[in-house]
């Protein structure tokens, strides 16, 4: 098992900065492909970042150029550095693990995930 707890969240205005973390515990961390998904009020919950073992990463074209998804394996820490907020970036972000590649978890649904934490509300005010 890989249980998942995530931190970091807050308001923010437009145009700032956050960074999330994701603590992962377990002796496979390394077997994971880690991610983050997130849901905005009224809306599907979808894709948003993956890394894996290896540190390559994949993201949704929406935040490209303006989140970076990393990894610390030694630590079993996974985060997401969020800079140029936007409001349409309100929603509760999901940290994420499973067993797959980092493009094919762009494509994956939720339910199909391995694992993944409670999540850490992020509001971005205009």
């Known amino acids: 098992q890989v249980p998942l707890v995530e931190s970091g969240g807050g308001l923010v205005q437009a145009g700032g900065s956050l960074k999330l973390s994701c603590a992962a515990s377990?002796?496979?961390?390394?077997?994971?492909?880690m991610g983050w998904f997130r849901q905005a009020p009224g809306q599907e919950r979808e894709f948003v970042a993956a890394?894996?073992?290896?540190?390559?990463?994949y993201y949704t074209d929406s935040v490209k150029g303006r989140f970076t998804i990393s990894r610390d394996n030694a630590k079993k820490m996974v985060y997401l550095q969020m800079t140029s907020l936007k409001p349409e970036d309100t929603a509760v972000y999901y940290c994420?693990?499973?067993?797959?590649?980092?493009?094919?978890?762009?494509?994956?649904?939720?339910?199909?995930?391995?694992?993944w934490g409670q999540g850490t509300q992020v509001t971005v005010s205009s």
């Open positions: 890394i894996n073992w290896g540190g390559s990463t």
């Open positions: 377990g002796r496979t961390f390394s077997l994971y492909t």
């Open positions: 994420v693990a499973d067993r797959t590649t980092t493009q094919n978890m762009g494509v994956m649904s939720w339910p199909a995930l391995d694992y």
